[in-house]
């Protein structure tokens, strides 16, 4: 069975540019996060998924960044314009609906903001 | 507020020794207690986990122990190999309530293991 699917792997941008991460969760898991992990700290909650409605974005940025997950399925997080804090691994996990407890995460996206 | 917290921040153990990391909670209404294992360059991995009905949980060289009154739980690593050096992160989630399903985790314990 194919775990989360990120991409890309790393990204380096100039601050104030636009980046995107993209998202396909395992088959058939209806939930979907994303976390944000800075260095030497355990992830945090962005945004969670049920199907293509979002059920926990308390803790997204709203000002700069957005996400969408389309069709229920593959999710993509946008960040614009990108700070120099915005440097960090982000990670997109997913879950079977009911085992919101048991998540199964992705490698992540290691953004650099220069 | 950081409502996780997890202890030591690293860890050099003896190829064959036990490895502890110890983890305390402040919100009662966390249910879940799961241990996630991160290599460098990869994604959180869950290990083991543990509701607070029970006092201990073991899989393999892998033990949860979990005092409710205390409001902590701890992992412990039987005969500890180099294969096993990564970080470790304890985590908590509430199945009700504001955040359901929220896993808080701690700042993680990176953990070395030498021959």
């Known amino acids: 069975e194919a775990g989360v699917v990120q991409s890309p792997r790393y990204k380096i941008i100039e601050k104030k540019q636009p980046v995107a991460f993209w998202c396909n969760p395992i088959?058939?898991?209806?939930?979907l996060y994303w976390y944000l992990q800075n260095l030497g700290q355990g992830p945090e909650l962005l945004i969670r998924?049920?199907?293509?409605?979002?059920?926990?974005d308390s803790q997204l940025p709203k000002d700069r960044f957005s996400a969408e997950r389309l069709k229920g399925v593959d999710s993509t997080l946008k960040i614009q314009p990108a700070e120099l804090g915005d440097s960090a691994v982000y990670l997109c996990?997913?879950?079977?609906?009911?085992?919101?407890?048991?998540?199964?995460f992705g490698p992540g996206t290691r953004l650099t903001v220069t | 507020q950081q409502q996780v917290k997890q202890s030591p921040q690293s860890l050099i153990v003896q190829k064959g020794g036990i490895s502890i990391i110890n983890c305390a909670y402040e919100?009662?209404?966390?249910?879940?207690f799961p241990w996630y294992q991160q290599f460098p360059g990869k994604g959180p991995a869950l290990l083991i986990a543990?509701?607070?009905?029970?006092s201990e949980k073991k899989e393999g060289r892998f033990t949860i122990s979990f005092n409710k009154s205390a409001k902590q739980f701890s992992l412990h690593i039987m005969d500890s190999q180099p294969g096993d050096s990564a970080t470790y992160f304890c985590?908590?989630?509430?199945?009700?309530?504001?955040?359901?399903?929220?896993?808080?985790f701690g700042k993680g314990t990176k953990l070395s293991v030498i021959p």
């Open positions: 996990a997913s879950s079977l609906g009911g085992r919101a407890h048991e998540q199964y």
């Open positions: 088959s058939g898991h209806n939930t």
């Open positions: 998924y049920e199907n293509e409605e979002a059920v926990d």
């Open positions: 919100n009662t209404a966390f249910d879940y």
């Open positions: 543990i509701r607070p009905d029970v």
């Open positions: 985590a908590a989630s509430s199945g009700s309530g504001a955040g359901s399903y929220q896993l808080t």
